[in-house]
């Protein structure tokens, strides 16, 4: 029973905030005591989606393979959802390797980055629905039990300088589906990006 409440909850609207507008290109990057950024090293910042949320764990597991292989690089999680829930998400995705997981449970991380409420559309639009069921399928990522966090929460990705902490690349979700661009915020850093390392070979005999 309390797994459906908690599921309940998740649809509904949070309190209101006041947002700022997304940062551009060119601008210097929000600044907010919980999210200090390193002066030594660019940053790739996404503000996810809530803790069950298969594209929140889509989008995290591929900035923690990116983590792994760009060290010069400091990457940053930011979750609203509880810091007891998100610490449980994050092991039960993979773990967080080079990834600084944040927690801004009163959103106020996501508003001072311009990323709002979105609507019913966004959430609940055919294509999101469509790519959710596509996920699944093909990689085998499905919607987890939320235990805290809201579905109307706006996801989004930023890229920042080192030193200047100027706004390199950002990205604000589409819908729930749309999923950042990784490679393109390592682009706008001048950092070339590092392919995927192949599959370890299989040692069970079969091909």
């Known amino acids: ?26 601008e210097k990057a929000p600044v907010h005591p919980n999210l200090s950024l390193p002066s030594d090293k ?8 809530h803790c069950g949320c298969p594209f929140a764990e889509k989008t995290f597991k591929n900035l923690t393979a990116l983590s792994m292989r760009h060290k010069d690089v400091h990457f940053v ?11 449980r998400w994050v092991v039960e995705v993979g773990g967080n390797w080079e990834v600084r997981v944040v ?3 009163e959103r106020e991380l996501y508003a001072r980055w311009g990323l709002g409420i ?12 469509y790519k959710t069921f596509q996920l699944g399928k093909a990689e085998g990522i ?11 929460q706006t996801s989004g990705a930023f890229a920042v ?11 604000v979700a589409a819908s729930a ?7 393109a915020a390592l682009t706008s850093l001048g950092v070339k990006v590092k392919p995927k390392p192949p599959p370890e070979p299989r040692t069970d005999g079969f091909l």
């Open 1 to 26: 029973m309390s797994s459906l409440n908690q599921e309940w909850e998740s649809f509904k609207t949070p309190p209101a905030k006041e947002v700022a507008p997304v940062p551009k290109v060119g």
């Open 103 to 105: 927690v801004d449970f």
């Open 177 to 183: 589906s749309d999923l950042p661009d990784l490679d």
């Open 42 to 49: 660019p940053t790739v910042i996404v503000f996810l989606r």
């Open 161 to 171: 300088t080192a030193g200047g902490g100027d706004v390199a690349w950002a990205k």
């Open 142 to 152: 499905w919607n987890r039990p939320t235990e805290s966090g809201n579905r109307w």
């Open 118 to 129: 979105s609507n019913t559309w966004h959430v609940l639009g055919p294509v999101a629905i």
């Open 77 to 87: 999680a930011v979750s609203h959802s509880s810091p007891e829930a998100t610490e």
